[in-house]
């Protein structure tokens, strides 16, 4: 869902930035019944999706590494360690990008997450926390999916306005951000 809603938020902005998918749990699986039902119902078709095992590799190639619980930035830490300065959870980036303030216009995102990052604690990330995570919905009621997308909608909406404030299609990096979760 994240993957699916983040590309059209930066796509509607005009921004080619990619974005990719990739997780903690197997490989070659389709979205849920749920997911493609509450995405469908938001006009995106998800079901040429398949779950992918995030990699080191995928880390390495990345800008921008977003997690929905504090459990996949540590992963990301702990499998590429050079990872963890451009590593957050959704929510921490947007509590920590309101902090600073938006992206400037000629900012590279490098130093936007820098910004953003100031006095930042690996130890912050122990344990799971409402303020940093979002629940997955994951075996739960079609209720659960679609509220689980109601909240990721307005926390990428936020994201996309303080780290994109600016239509720069041409002037972004092809880095990619990369995605844990859903």
């Not at 974005?19 to 078709?45: C, I, K, T």
């Amino acid at each position: 869902m994240t993957q699916a809603l983040l590309s059209a938020r930066l796509a509607a902005r005009g921004l080619a930035v990619p974005v990719a998918s990739a997780g903690l749990l197997g490989s070659g699986r389709p979205p849920p019944p749920e997911v493609v039902s509450v995405m469908a119902a938001r006009g995106m078709d998800v079901t040429g999706h398949r779950s992918r095992i995030v990699t080191a590799d995928d880390l390495a190639a990345a800008g921008l590494i977003l997690g929905l619980t504090r459990e996949h930035v540590r992963h990301a830490a702990v499998l590429l360690p050079v990872a963890w300065p451009r590593a957050f959870t959704l929510r921490e980036l947007l509590r920590r990008g309101r902090q600073t303030g938006p992206r400037a216009p000629d900012e590279p995102l490098a130093h936007w997450l820098t910004r953003a990052a100031d006095g930042r604690r690996r130890a912050d990330l122990l344990g799971s926390h409402p303020a940093d995570d979002v629940a997955d919905p994951a075996g739960g009621p079609l209720r659960e999916y679609q509220a689980t997308a109601d909240t990721l909608e307005w926390l990428i909406r936020d994201l996309v306005e303080l780290g994109w404030p600016n239509s720069r299609a041409l002037r972004e990096s092809p880095r990619s951000v990369r995605n844990k979760g859903f």
